[in-house]
């Protein structure tokens, strides 16, 4: 039923903190080149955040819609800055396709990643070619849909999406940034990946793993 995957989906976000906290140092120094340097702190403030409404939520008895409601309001919240608003963004879109009620088929689950990028695309304006998280999202979306749609198992689509969106993370660093803080410093952004690019593809790696398990 939808508690399941509510505890299901609690689970892998304690798995995101888990990575984040592990990356944080790192993703600062990635976003210290071309911005402000808080993209690892904003992370784990807004993952931990999540968390803990999650958790909140289920006490209450809460099914996977509405615990994913609450843990992207506290994304939001808890992490301040531009990626935090369109991680929790992402997460409150993908609740709003899934139900309070039932359980979620692999295409309901490959549908709500898809409206989570969706959201990001719409909330955020960023182009491909930007440098922001929608370089590696975008493409991650598109292999997503297509593998899903040719093989239907989640698991094999969402791999493959992962292993997409890693790479074009690593492509970012080709481009200069027009967006965000990083606009004023583009310049000094070439030669280094988009934090937000680098962050979207790990966590995605570790939801693909996870599922593999
Ligand atoms: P802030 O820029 O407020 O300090 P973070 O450092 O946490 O926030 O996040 C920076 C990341 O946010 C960038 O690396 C980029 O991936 C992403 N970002 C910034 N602006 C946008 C946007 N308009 N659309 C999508 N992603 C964006
Ligand atoms: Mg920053
Ligand atoms: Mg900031």
């Known amino acids: 039923d939808s508690r399941q995957l509510g505890v299901g989906i609690q689970h892998i976000l304690e798995l995101f903190e888990q990575n984040l906290r592990a990356h944080e140092e790192e993703l600062g120094h990635i976003d210290a080149i071309a911005g402000d340097g808080d993209h690892g702190?904003?992370?784990?403030?807004?993952?931990?955040?999540?968390?803990?409404?999650?958790?909140?939520?289920?006490?209450r008895g809460a099914g996977a819609r509405t615990l994913l409601v609450h843990?992207?309001?506290?994304?939001?919240?808890?992490?301040?800055?531009?990626?935090?608003?369109?991680?929790?963004?992402?997460?409150?879109?993908?609740?709003?396709?899934l139900s309070d009620e039932a359980d979620a088929d692999p295409a309901t689950k490959t549908r709500a990643l898809?409206?989570?990028?969706?959201?990001?695309?719409?909330?955020?304006?960023?182009?491909?070619?930007?440098?922001?998280?929608?370089?590696?999202?975008?493409?991650f979306a598109q292999t997503l849909e297509k593998e899903f749609n040719r093989c239907g198992d989640l698991f094999t689509?969402?791999?493959?999406?992962?292993?997409?969106?890693?790479?074009a993370a690593e492509r970012t660093a080709e481009l200069t940034a027009r967006l965000g803080r990083a606009r004023v410093l583009g310049e000094k952004s070439l030669g280094t990946p988009d934090p937000g690019a680098i962050s979207f593809a790990m966590l995605m790696e570790a939801l693909a793993n996870h599922l593999g398990q």
């Open 41 to 59: 702190q904003g992370m784990v403030l807004g993952s931990s955040g999540a968390v803990h409404a999650g958790r909140k939520a289920l006490e």
């Open 114 to 139: 898809l409206a989570a990028v969706d959201a990001l695309q719409r909330l955020g304006g960023a182009q491909p070619g930007d440098k922001t998280m929608i370089d590696a999202a975008a493409p």
């Open 157 to 167: 689509s969402l791999s493959a999406a992962a292993v997409t969106a890693k790479a």
């Open 71 to 97: 843990a992207g309001t506290a994304w939001a919240e808890s992490a301040g800055g531009t990626s935090g608003a369109l991680w929790g963004a992402a997460l409150t879109a993908a609740g709003g396709v």
